[in-house]
T-cell receptor, first 112, second 114 residues
Framework: QKEVEQNSGPLSVPEGAIASLNCTYSDRVSQSFFWYRQYSGKSPELIMSIYSNGDKEDGRFTAQLNKASQYVSLLIRDSQPSDSATYLCAVNRPGGGNKLTFGTGTQLKVEL | DTAVSQTPKYLVTQMGNDKSIKCEQNLGHDTMYWYKQDSKKFLKIMFSYNNKELIINETVPNRFSPKSPDKAHLNLHINSLELGDSAVYFC?????????????FGPGTRLLVL
């Protein structure tokens, strides 16, 4: 079982729709959760971080965390073509030296 | 001003050669990291240094040797390059190594071993 699992996609959504990206993790003591966006040929860029159960909203982005189900998701409202990228889920655990464990990423395509 | 910078951006070399990648951050952070992203886009940590001290040393061949001359710089030297070393290498930094601190990534160095 992979430590962090994501559906590789591609996930295609029409412009203006809600994109829903999902991530599950295996280590129950994972403490911090991150969503990074990576455009082709570019470096990962932090979109959202979430540390406690529930929802966290920032503009068009909402991160949702359910530690009991070991599940974290990212919702992108009013999706734009500029949101087309690979979204990487990352987790870290206490005492791990802030080491990030990444999933393989979900490719999102927002179509006109 | 670039927060985390890496040189070179591209590196094409022959098998068996030795090469170095340099990383610098001007964020005043204490902790720096090296990650490798393979051809399937999987990003995996290799090393981490906090204020010049090695914190994380993942299962990486000992042909890879990091060096941190000061807390703003973290270099990666690779001996006897192999075809499988072809990847994108990202440097990152964070304020410190407390769990949950945001990591900021450099632009990456694209290494191709022929």
């Amino acid at each position: 079982q992979k430590e962090v699992e994501q559906n590789s996609g591609p996930l295609s959504v029409p412009e203006g729709a809600i994109a829903s990206l999902n991530c599950t993790y295996s280590d129950r003591v994972s403490q911090s959760f991150f969503w990074y966006r990576q455009y082709s040929g570019k470096s990962p860029e932090l979109i959202m971080s979430i540390y406690s159960n529930g929802d966290k909203e920032d503009g068009r982005f909402t991160a949702q965390l359910n530690k009991a189900s070991q599940y974290v998701s990212l919702l992108i409202r009013d999706s734009q073509p500029s949101d087309s990228a690979t979204y990487l889920c990352a987790v870290n655990r206490p005492g791990g030296g802030n080491k990030l464990t990444f999933g393989t990423g979900t490719q999102l395509k927002v179509e006109l | 001003d670039t927060a985390v910078s890496q040189t070179p951006k591209y590196l094409v070399t022959q098998m068996g050669n030795d090469k170095s990648i340099k990383c610098e951050q001007n964020l005043g952070h204490d902790t720096m990291y090296w990650y490798k992203q393979d051809s399937k886009k999987f990003l995996k940590i290799m090393f981490s240094y906090n204020n010049k001290e090695l914190i994380i040393n993942e299962t990486v061949p000992n042909r890879f040797s990091p060096k941190s001359p000061d807390k703003a710089h973290l270099n990666l030297h690779i001996n006897s390059l192999e075809l499988g070393d072809s990847a994108v290498y990202f440097c990152a930094s964070s304020q410190d190594w407390t769990t949950g601190k945001t990591q900021y990534f450099g632009p990456g160095t694209r290494l191709l071993v022929l």
